[in-house]
C-alpha cells in the first residue's frame, strides 16, 4: 500500500471540497462553522476506528484463549487413551477366566424370561376362552389385548429357542401347537374388523367408537409388523404371521364396500324398465352425494391424519364408479343410454356432485371417468343408432306426408293464409331435440350431431323430390283417366294446394336451416365445418320449391295450352280472344296461388307470365298466318300490342309487378319492327331490338321479319347480316329470348305434327 499516494490524493480531494464550500464571498463567513462540522466529523470517524480496532484485539485475544484450552484438552485425551490401552491389555485373559459366568448368565437371563412367561403359559386356555368370549361380545379393544399376550408369549418362547445354538424344530412346532387357538381369535377378530370397516359410513354416522376401535387396533397391529421386521433384521427372528399388513388390508375391504355399494343399486334391468340406466345413475349420484357429505363432515375426526381419509375415499368412490362405467359400457348400451351415461359424466364434475357446496372436490387430479378412447367410441356409437333411428323416422314422415297429399280436404293454413302441412316443423323440432340433449354433454357432441342431421334432411330433399315427382305422375294419370270420363272433375281433389303446400314447406325448410345455423354455428370453427354443408341444405329445398312452382305453372299451361295453341292464328285474325281466356285462367289460378308464401309466388307469377310471353313469341315466329297488306299487318300489331298490355296489367293486378321491368315488353318491340311501313327504316329497328336483346338469334330475327309478310328470307336475311354480326347468338346475356327456340326447329316440330295427324 502506497502511503504517500494516499496522503496526495486525500489532500487533494480536501483541496477540492474547500474550494467548492467557498465559491461565493458570503460564504467566508462561514469558515468556522465548517471547521467545527469538519472537527466533528473527524472525531466521529477517529472513535470508530478504536472501536474496530479495540473489537478485533478483543476477538483475537478470545481465539487465542480458547486454542491454549483446546491443546491442553487434547493432551488429556491422549493421557485417558493411553492409560485405557494400558488396562485393555493388562486384563485381557480375563475372558477365558469368566467364560463360565457369562454361560450362567445367559441361563439365568433365560431362566427369568421363563418365570415371567410361565403365568401366561399356565393361563393360555383361561386367556383363548375369555378372548374368544370378549369378541363374541364385541369388546374388541380388551380382546385384542388378551390376544397381544397370548402371541408375546407364543413369540418370547420361539425366540427363545432361536437364540439357542440347539434349535429343536420338535419344541418349536410344540409351541406352536400349544398356541394354535392364538391364530384363530386374531382371524376372527379380524373378521369383526373387516365387517365394521365395511360398514364406515353407517358407524361413523351412529356408534363413531366402535369405529376408532377398530381403528384402534389395526394401528396397533401395524406398529407391532414395524416391531417385528425390526426383530427380523437385528435377529433373524421371524414371528408366526407377520406382517399382517392389516393397515393395508383396511383400504382393500373399503375399496371393496365401495364397489359393492355402487353395483347394488342398480335394482332393475332394460327388461324391467326403458329408464333403467337413468334411474340406476340417479341413485348412484344421490348416493355418492351423500356418502361423501358423510366422509367430509364425520369420518376424518375418527381415523388418523395420514390415513388422509377424505381424499382417500373420493378416489376410491371414483375409481369404483369408472370400473362401473365401463361396465355399462361393455353392456351395449343403446342410443338414449349413452346419451344418459355421458350427460352424466359432465353432471359428475358440476354443482350436482362433485362441486357440491359442501363437497367442492377437484376432480381434475384423479383422472376422467372414461377415457376418451371409450367416449369417442360411445358417441361413434351413439350417431350410428341415431343415424338409422333418423332414417327410419324420415321414411316414416315421408309416408305420412304423401298420405297427407291425399287428403279429400285442404291442407292447413297458418294466420297469414299460406297452406302447410306440419312435416318441416316436427321434422326439425325433431332435430332440435337431438341438438339440445347433444349439448348437454358437450361440443363435439353437438358438432356430431348437427353435420349428421344435415346431411340426412340434404338426403331427405332427394326423398321429398321423388315422392312430388310421384305425387305430379299420379295427378297425371288420373288427370288423363277423368278428362275422358268427367272434364269438369278434377283429378286430385287438392293436387294445387297440396303442391302449393309442398313449396311453402321447401322455404320453411329454409328459413329453419337458417334459424339453425344461427343457434347452433357458434364459432367460426364450425361455421367452417358445418356452414358449406347448411348452405346446400338450403339450396336443395329451395331448387325443390322452384321445381314445385314449375309443377303448378305446368297445371296452368295444360288448361290454357289451347287457347294458346289458337295465337296468332287464323283464329285469332278473326276476332277469337284467347288472350282473354287465358287471362281468366291465370286470374283464377292465382287465387288458389296466394296461398303460396310471397316469394315463391312472386316468382311462380313471373315463370308464368315470363312462360306467356315467351309462347306468344314463339307463335308469332311459327308463321302460321300470312299478312297481304299493311293494314291487315297493322290490325294484328295493334291486337299484339293490346294484348301485351293485358297481359301485363294482369300480372300488375294479381301479383303486385308495378314498377318493374316487364317481359311484356319484348311483345311492344316486336310490335314496332312488325308496325313500321318504311322498310327502308327496318335496319334500324331490327339494330334496336338487338341491342335491348343481346341474345336474340338470326333465326329469330328472321322470323319476325318474316311475319311482317311484304318480304321475301333472302330480303330478310340480308337486313339481319347488315346490322349483326355472325357470331351474335354467342352473348352471354341471357333474356327472354334465350327461352326461345330456333323459329327453324319449331317449323320442323310443326311439320312432324302434321305429318303425324
Not at 406382517?243 to 332393475?268: D, G, S, Y
Not at 358438432?447 to 310421384?470: P, R, S, W
Not at 303446400?501 to 336451416?513: K, Q, R
Not at 354480326?725 to 317449323?747: A, M, N, R, Y
Request: overall charge negative; charged content about 25%; glycine content about 4%.
Amino acid at each position: 500500500m502506497d502511503i504517500g499516494r494516499l496522503e496526495t490524493d486525500a489532500k487533494a480531494a480536501a483541496s477540492k471540497h474547500v474550494i467548492n464550500m467557498l465559491q461565493r464571498p458570503d460564504q467566508l463567513e462561514k469558515v468556522d462553522q465548517y471547521k467545527r462540522r469538519v472537527m466533528r466529523k473527524k472525531a466521529s470517524v477517529e472513535a470508530m476506528l478504536k472501536t474496530a480496532m479495540q473489537s478485533q484485539l478483543d476477538g483475537v485475544r478470545t481465539g487465542l484463549n480458547q486454542l491454549q484450552t483446546a491443546l491442553q484438552d487434547i493432551r488429556e485425551i491422549k493421557h485417558g487413551l493411553n492409560e485405557v490401552e494400558s488396562a485393555y491389555t493388562s486384563v485381557s485373559h480375563l475372558s477365558e477366566k469368566l467364560k463360565e459366568l457369562s454361560v450362567e448368565s445367559m441361563k439365568h437371563t433365560q431362566y427369568a424370561s421363563a418365570v415371567d412367561n410361565v403365568k401366561h403359559i399356565v393361563n393360555v386356555p383361561e386367556n383363548v376362552e375369555r378372548a374368544r368370549n370378549m369378541i363374541d361380545e364385541g369388546n374388541l379393544l380388551l380382546a385384542h389385548k388378551y390376544i397381544t399376550d397370548l402371541e408375546f408369549s407364543r413369540n418370547g418362547l420361539l425366540l427363545e429357542l432361536h437364540k439357542q445354538q440347539t434349535d429343536s424344530p420338535t419344541d418349536r412346532n410344540f409351541i406352536k401347537q400349544y398356541f394354535s387357538d392364538v391364530d384363530q381369535l386374531s382371524d376372527a377378530l379380524a373378521k369383526q374388523l373387516w365387517m365394521i370397516i365395511s360398514r364406515t359410513i353407517a358407524y361413523v354416522r351412529k356408534e363413531p367408537t366402535i369405529l376408532v376401535t377398530a381403528l384402534r387396533i389395526i394401528e396397533r397391529e401395524e406398529m407391532k409388523d414395524q416391531y417385528y421386521i425390526k426383530h427380523k433384521s437385528q435377529l433373524g427372528f421371524v414371528a408366526p404371521g407377520r406382517p399382517r399388513k392389516w393397515r393395508e388390508h383396511c383400504f382393500k375391504v373399503l375399496e371393496e364396500a365401495v364397489a359393492t355399494k355402487i353395483e347394488a343399486n342398480q335394482m332393475e334391468d332394460r327388461s324391467g324398465h326403458k329408464m333403467w340406466l337413468v334411474r340406476h345413475l340417479e341413485v348412484t349420484r344421490q348416493l355418492l352425494l351423500e356418502d361423501l357429505k358423510v366422509v367430509k363432515m364425520l369420518c376424518e375426526p375418527c381415523f388418523p391424519p395420514h390415513y388422509d381419509i377424505v381424499n382417500r375415499f373420493v378416489k376410491l368412490y371414483h375409481d369404483c364408479l369408472s370400473q362401473r362405467l365401463h361396465e355399462l359400457v361393455q353392456d351395449d348400451l343403446e342410443g338414449n343410454e349413452i346419451v344418459s351415461l355421458l350427460n352424466w359424466i359432465k353432471l359428475y364434475s358440476s354443482s350436482e356432485l362433485m362441486q357440491h357446496p359442501q363437497l367442492m372436490f377437484d376432480t381434475t387430479q384423479l383422472g376422467a371417468l372414461l377415457d376418451n378412447k371409450t367416449v369417442d367410441g360411445l358417441i361413434a356409437k351413439y350417431i350410428q343408432t341415431l343415424e338409422v333411428n333418423i332414417n327410419e323416422w324420415l321414411a316414416n314422415t315421408m309416408k305420412a306426408e304423401i298420405k297427407d297429399w291425399n287428403q279429400e280436404s285442404e291442407p292447413e293454413a297458418d294466420s297469414s293464409g299460406y297452406f302447410h302441412t306440419s312435416m318441416p316443423v316436427i321434422l326439425f323440432q325433431m332435430i332440435e331435440q337431438h341438438l339440445q340433449v347433444a349439448a348437454q354433454i358437450n361440443d363435439e357432441m353437438v358438432n356430431h350431431v348437427l353435420a349428421l342431421c344435415i346431411q340426412k334432411v340434404t338426403d331427405f330433399a332427394i326423398m321429398y323430390k321423388e315422392g312430388v315427382e310421384a305425387f305430379k305422375k299420379q295427378h297425371d294419370v288420373t288427370r288423363k283417366k277423368t278428362d275422358v270420363q268427367n272434364p269438369f272433375m278434377p283429378s286430385i281433389a287438392y293436387y294445387i294446394h297440396y303442391m302449393i303446400a309442398i313449396v311453402n314447406n321447401c322455404e320453411s325448410f329454409c328459413n329453419l336451416a337458417k334459424s339453425l345455423g344461427s343457434r347452433f354455428l357458434t364459432s367460426e370453427v364450425h361455421e367452417k365445418k358445418l356452414g358449406g354443408n347448411l348452405s346446400k341444405l338450403s339450396e336443395a329445398f329451395e331448387a325443390l320449391a322452384q321445381f314445385g312452382c314449375k309443377f303448378l305453372e305446368d297445371e296452368v299451361f295444360l288448361d290454357t295450352d289451347v287457347h294458346v295453341q289458337e295465337l296468332i292464328s287464323k283464329q285469332w285474325l278473326s276476332g277469337v280472344s284467347a288472350v282473354d281466356t287465358i287471362c281468366i285462367t291465370v286470374e283464377d289460378y292465382s287465387t288458389d296461388f296466394v296461398h303460396l308464401k310471397s316469394r315463391h309466388f312472386q316468382y311462380l307469377m313471373s315463370r308464368i307470365e315470363h312462360r306467356l310471353v315467351c309462347e306468344y313469341l314463339k307463335a308469332m315466329m311459327q308463321k302460321k298466318v300470312t299478312f297481304k297488306t299493311y293494314e291487315e299487318r297493322k290490325s294484328a300489331v295493334d291486337k299484339i300490342a293490346f294484348e301485351a298490355t293485358q297481359i301485363e296489367r294482369l300480372f300488375d293486378r294479381v301479383a303486385n309487378f308495378e314498377g318493374r321491368k316487364t317481359v311484356c315488353e319484348a311483345l311492344h318491340q316486336v310490335c314496332e319492327v312488325l308496325s313500321l311501313k318504311d322498310t327502308s327504316m327496318l335496319p334500324l329497328e331490327v339494330h334496336g331490338l338487338a341491342q335491348k336483346y343481346p341474345d336474340v338469334t338470326l333465326d329469330h330475327l328472321i322470323a319476325i321479319l318474316l311475319l311482317r309478310g311484304d318480304m321475301g328470307k333472302s330480303e330478310a336475311r340480308e337486313i339481319v347480316s347488315d346490322i349483326k354480326p355472325g357470331d351474335l347468338d354467342q352473348t352471354e346475356e341471357k333474356t327472354i329470348f334465350s327461352d326461345i327456340p330456333s323459329p327453324q326447329s319449331l317449323l320442323d316440330k310443326l311439320k312432324g305434327v302434321t305429318s303425324d295427324s
